[in-house]
């Protein structure tokens, strides 16, 4: 399971409890300054979610061309690895990641 039940202690310690956070919301809100203090408070790994990005992404980015569906599932696909992988591993994370579409989170699911 990557995300606990809401009301679940996040710093539980048992296999039962979360292996993955994942702040999420809109640019500027203040995500990955809150990740990366969970990530200190709970003594787990962080991952900022644009990091996993294909270059051919951030090239679009950095030239002002939005994303479209099409380019974020690849990128999702990659920080859910990176979650699954780190879970496997019995290592708890932390990620920030836009992920506004339900569609978007389900793949980090």
């Not at 969970?38 to 950095?62: C, Q, V």
């Not at 030239?63 to 479209?68: A, D, F, H, Q």
């Amino acid at each position: 399971m990557k995300c606990g039940d809401s009301g679940a202690d996040a710093h539980e310690d048992s296999q039962d409890g979360p292996t993955a956070l994942i702040v999420m919301g809109v640019s500027g809100s203040g995500k990955t300054v809150l990740a990366q203090e969970l990530s200190r408070m709970l003594g787990w790994t962080y991952a900022e979610g644009d990091d996993f990005h294909p270059r051919d992404n951030i090239r679009k980015m950095a030239s002002g061309v939005p994303l479209v569906d099409a380019d974020r599932w690849g990128w999702l696909e990659s920080i859910a690895a990176w979650m699954d992988a780190a879970a496997a591993r019995g290592q708890p994370v932390v990620v920030s990641c836009s992920a506004l579409k339900r569609s978007y989170r389900d793949v980090l699911r």
